[in-house]
């Protein structure tokens, strides 16, 4: 240990003049203890990295922080000063995971229970900061399927609508079934009259009496039936307009308030519907959760997973 202290690689020949503010910042992100790192050059640069890590992770936060309470109250000071705090808290999470994370000689049960627990609570970190982060990336996709769940809803509470327009096709086809057979009816009287068919005797013969009694009881049914309908279709037409109107009028209605509902629960609620209705949907947020992982942990992992550095034994 003697040999080490006074050895080249550790040494007071770094003056704090020599190393710019930024870097200076990057230490005190990475939780290093900055007068031991000072005489580790060949460390310095490794907790530059871990730091600007630990530094990215709570621009994230912050951003993410800020866009979750936004969408709650929907003001723009609440969200930056919420932003900042939430993002202060998670930066210095990390750096007190980071900075309690020490690379010893030899592995123990306790230093790998602590480990651990560490990178779980890492995991945390990152899964909280980036589901806000996915809500807005997938932003547009959610308010379309708000739009679609509105339409749905309102053709669903609406459905008189299509039954009255139903109910008018039937009546219609019925009265247009009546209508051909009274045509018929009639093309048969002035061909028996005619000669041209039936008992082919020109003439008002008893056949063209019995036809014509029979077109007179179609064309009386028929009559009946287009008054008795058209009052009903007009009745219905009338109803149609006016559950049209209506509704049409809740659509810009609930509209406008999904425009305005960006709370967080009903953006995540959909999210998850289109997670569950296309993979693409999933597979993206499952990337771009573990790209946020993979930041969030990448400290803890580089100081357990590169070999002991001269700053580990110093400051041990």
């Not at 327009?165 to 028996?192: G, H, M, P, W, Y």
């Amino acid at each position: 240990m003697k040999s080490f202290l006074t050895s080249p690689a550790l040494s007071n020949n770094s003056p704090a003049s020599d190393i710019n503010f930024l870097v200076k910042f990057l230490w005190f992100c990475s939780g290093a203890n900055t007068s031991v790192l000072k005489k580790c050059q060949v460390d310095h640069d490794k907790y530059a990295a871990i730091g600007f890590i630990i530094l990215l992770t709570a621009i994230l936060a912050s951003v993410s922080g800020g866009y979750a309470l936004w969408t709650v109250f929907n003001s723009q000071a609440m969200a930056t000063l919420f932003g900042g705090f939430w993002g202060l808290m998670i930066g210095s999470l990390d750096r007190f995971l980071v900075s309690t994370t020490r690379k010893e000689e030899h592995w123990s049960f306790q230093q790998i229970a602590f480990i651990t627990i560490r990178v779980s609570v890492a995991i945390f970190i990152a899964l909280v900061v980036a589901k806000p982060l996915e809500i807005k990336i997938f932003e547009k996709p959610i308010r379309a399927k708000l739009v679609e769940e509105n339409f749905l809803q309102l053709i669903k509470a609406y459905s008189e609508i299509e039954d009255k327009e139903k109910a008018n096709q039937a009546l219609e086809k019925e009265l247009d079934i009546l209508k051909q057979q009274r045509d018929k009816k009639s093309q048969e009287v002035i061909c028996e009259i005619d000669g041209t068919c039936g008992t082919t005797k020109v003439g008002h013969g008893p056949a063209f009496r019995e036809k014509q009694k029979e077109l007179n009881v179609i064309s009386q049914e028929y009559e009946k039936k287009k008054q008795d309908s058209e009052k009903q279709i007009n009745e219905n037409r009338q109803r149609i307009a006016e559950l049209t109107k209506k509704r049409d009028f809740e659509l810009a209605e609930i509209d406008n308030e999904r425009e305005k509902a960006d709370d967080i629960m009903t953006q995540l609620e959909i999210l998850d519907k289109l997670e569950n209705k296309k993979t693409f949907y999933s597979k993206t947020t499952f990337y771009i959760t573990l790209l946020f992982v993979l930041i969030n942990v990448s400290p803890i992992l580089a100081k357990m997973l590169l070999k002991r550095s001269l700053y580990d034994i110093a400051l041990e």
